[in-house]
């Protein structure tokens, strides 16, 4: 029997970090995004598919100007692409580990992306709801989506890096 599963936003997170100068690390986030998944039975044994989708308007790095930056067609390009998405083909688990393998979609770009994610177990909470928690983690190349904007100082440094790492913290809730 396939259980629906709805991430709940107000326990979940969805972050970027991403090398500036190549010295320090900037981290990022997205503050609006959905993601569902089905598994076969009530827990994630057998998980059959995860689809995740946040809003490029959504990105805060809490800086206003370098958001606006990355809306703007030098990166995201929000207002002609609104969103990314990830869609699963196919989620294996090892224990409490899991390897999500998928398309991202950022700007018109697809790629197949590998994730890892850590299973932090099945709660039911206060009010009665069943929630399952995961921590996933995972590196993209921002230029193999069209993310090409790029600048050196004076100096010859790279001002951002081509790498970025994915992280979050997701809680699932069980769907009646």
Partial sequence: MATNWKIDPTHSEIQFKV???MI??????FNEFDATAVTEGDDFSSVSSVDFTASIDSISTNNSQRDEH????DFFDASQYP?????????????????VTGDLT???TTKPVTLKAEFGGIVIDPYGQTKA???????ISRK?????????????????????RLLAEIQFVKQA
């Fill in 19 to 21: 090398k500036h100068l």
């Fill in 24 to 29: 320090t690390t900037v981290t990022g986030n």
């Fill in 70 to 73: 990355l809306r703007s067609a």
């Fill in 83 to 99: 969103a990314l998405t990830f869609k699963s083909s196919r989620v294996e688990a090892s224990g409490d580990d899991f390897t």
């Fill in 106 to 108: 950022i700007k018109d």
């Fill in 133 to 139: 928690g995961f921590t996933v983690s995972g590196k």
């Fill in 144 to 164: 193999e989506f069209g993310l090409t904007w790029s600048a050196v100082t004076e100096a010859g440094q790279v001002v951002v890096s081509d790498d970025i």
